[in-house]
Each structure stands twice: as structure tokens, then as C-alpha cells.
């Protein structure tokens, strides 16, 4: 079941590809020394030139950690489908020199180092050397941002549900038309959602900021609430929020199509960070537009 690697006993059937190539990169440091040598050095090394140190890593279960996403095991990434990166952390145990570079300052007493390597099942497997403080696991650095996507792609955003204009409502010339939406959590919002990874968890809400409604006639109207619903007692009134007099008949095409554009606008935050996304949605109509009929 084992071998013995540089004095560190491997056990094969738990070690990992990931293990090897840690071994592989980590196995043997040369550091100018002032006259020290040990014995068992390999042929070449004299005293008084330098020391050789070996390290590597013990394939036990309890110091891997695994992960999805960056260099310290996060996720990234619009959704959780192709091409997720997953990582694996393993802790060098014994510790490199103090004079290792890759401590970068940080004193190997209080700090511990992980190799990491990572893949996303194609060509892209970045691996190195991560330093946290002792007795810590390396951080999750997946990036806030996309888990705020990963929670607006696990929302229902749909497009305006239009309550007026009607494809059977009957509409003239000149007469003001009303415009407004019914509004919902999946067409107008606020809708609410979060995802989480690695201990990192961003909540974000969404909400129609605009709805621009493009008339079919070459006129399009900006409104930036859900409109007003038209009641019997305001007669001939325009709309104080939204609405349109069309000057022309649909009768060259028998309608016109209006389109109503929505676009959400989605505040979120989490992980110490905050921002804001937008989505677009459509939704159309056709609607009959004639001229009032005088009887004589």
C-alpha cells in the first residue's frame, strides 16, 4: 500500500495525481548555507557549498481540501454547468525552509503552505502554492460576482405581463391610450435570491427599473414604473404615468405590434462586496387601431 518517499511513507491508494506533481515540484530545495552538510547528501553536494532539503507531502486524508473555482477553491462561473474549475488543496507537511521564496515574507512558525491545483476539464489547470496563517485551511476566493449571477440565473425573470393595451380592446385615433402592466415577482418584481459557495453566500434582488414600449407606429414611450390602470371616470384624460395617442390607423397592416421592453435592475451583495447586474425581457401585442366612424 505504501512507498516510502523521501522518508514519508505514500499511500498510493488515496494519493492523487495532484499529490505526485507536489512531490514532483516540491521534492528538493538547494539553499546557500554557510557551511553546513548532511550526511546522506546525493554525490556533488560539499561541505561548506550548500545543504540540500527535502520535502513533501503526506498523502493523508485529513489535510486535502477540495473546491470548486480560483486559486483558493471558490466557484466561478455564470451557472454550475460546463467548464466549472475544481480545485484541490494539499498541505506541504514537513514545512519548506524558512528560506523558501514562496513564503514571501511569512514565517513558516505561524503560517502553514498548501499547494493547490485545479482543473476545468479542458486546458486550463493552474496549480501553485497558497500561505495561510497556522491551522487554517486555505481561504475561498470565489468572486462575489458570480455567485450573484448564479442567483439571478435561479430566478424567474419574465417579461411585462401587459394589461393594457389588450389585442381585444378596441383603440382610436387620437383618443389616449393607458398603458400599464400587472405586476408580479416574476414580471415586475422585487425578486429575491441567493447562492452560496464556499462559506460565501450574496443575496440579490430584482426589480423592473423601465419599461419602454415600442407602439408598432415608430414611437416608443419610456415608463419608468408599471403605469396607470385607466378607470371610466377619467374619460378622455392622458395617462399621468403612461400612455399614447397614436395618429394613425393599423389599417395598412391590420395591427401594429407593441413590444414592451422591461429591464430589470438587480442590486446585490455579499462577500464584502456589492454591485448591481441588469436583465432585459420582452413581451408583445398586437394591437387594431382605427378612426372614429361619423354616421351622417
Known amino acids: 500500500m505504501g512507498e516510502d518517499v523521501d522518508g514519508h511513507e505514500v499511500d498510493r491508494s488515496r494519493a492523487s495525481l495532484l499529490a505526485l506533481r507536489l512531490a514532483a515540484l516540491t521534492g528538493a530545495f538547494a539553499l546557500a548555507s554557510a557551511g553546513i552538510a548532511h550526511a546522506g547528501d546525493g554525490p556533488g553536494v560539499g561541505a561548506g557549498k550548500c545543504q540540500v532539503i527535502k520535502f513533501c507531502v503526506e498523502a493523508g486524508d485529513g489535510d486535502e481540501t477540495g473546491g470548486s473555482g480560483g486559486q483558493a477553491g471558490g466557484s466561478q462561473g455564470g451557472d454550475s454547468g460546463d467548464n466549472k474549475t475544481e480545485c484541490k488543496y494539499q498541505k506541504v507537511d514537513p514545512k519548506p525552509p524558512a528560506a523558501w521564496p514562496g513564503w514571501k515574507g511569512a514565517d513558516p512558525k505561524t503560517h502553514d503552505v498548501y499547494f493547490y ?25 470565489v468572486d462575489p460576482r458570480e455567485l450573484a449571477q448564479r442567483a439571478v440565473d435561479s430566478m424567474t425573470l419574465l417579461g411585462p405581463d401587459i394589461a393594457s393595451p389588450r389585442a381585444a380592446g378596441t383603440y382610436t385615433v387620437g383618443v389616449p391610450m393607458w398603458m400599464w402592466v400587472n405586476q408580479s415577482a416574476t414580471t415586475y418584481g422585487p425578486n429575491t435570491a441567493s447562492a452560496t459557495a464556499d462559506g460565501i453566500t450574496v443575496t440579490a434582488t430584482a426589480k423592473v427599473s423601465k419599461i419602454v414600449w415600442s407602439m408598432g407606429d415608430g414611437s416608443s414611450v419610456t415608463c419608468n414604473g408599471p403605469g396607470t390602470p385607466y378607470t371610466s371616470s377619467e374619460g378622455m384624460a392622458q395617462s399621468p404615468t403612461c400612455g399614447h395617442v397614436y395618429s394613425k390607423t393599423s389599417a395598412a397592416n391590420g395591427t401594429f405590434k407593441v413590444t414592451a421592453t422591461s429591464t430589470w435592475t438587480i442590486n446585490w451583495q455579499g462577500g464584502g462586496q456589492a454591485g448591481q447586474l441588469t436583465e432585459v425581457r420582452q413581451t408583445n401585442v398586437q394591437v387594431a387601431v382605427g378612426e372614429v366612424q361619423v354616421v351622417r
Do not use: I
Open 117 to 141: 491545483g485545479c482543473t476545468d476539464g479542458g486546458e486550463n489547470n493552474p496549480d501553485g502554492f497558497v500561505v495561510v496563517p497556522l491551522g487554517q485551511t486555505p481561504a475561498p476566493q
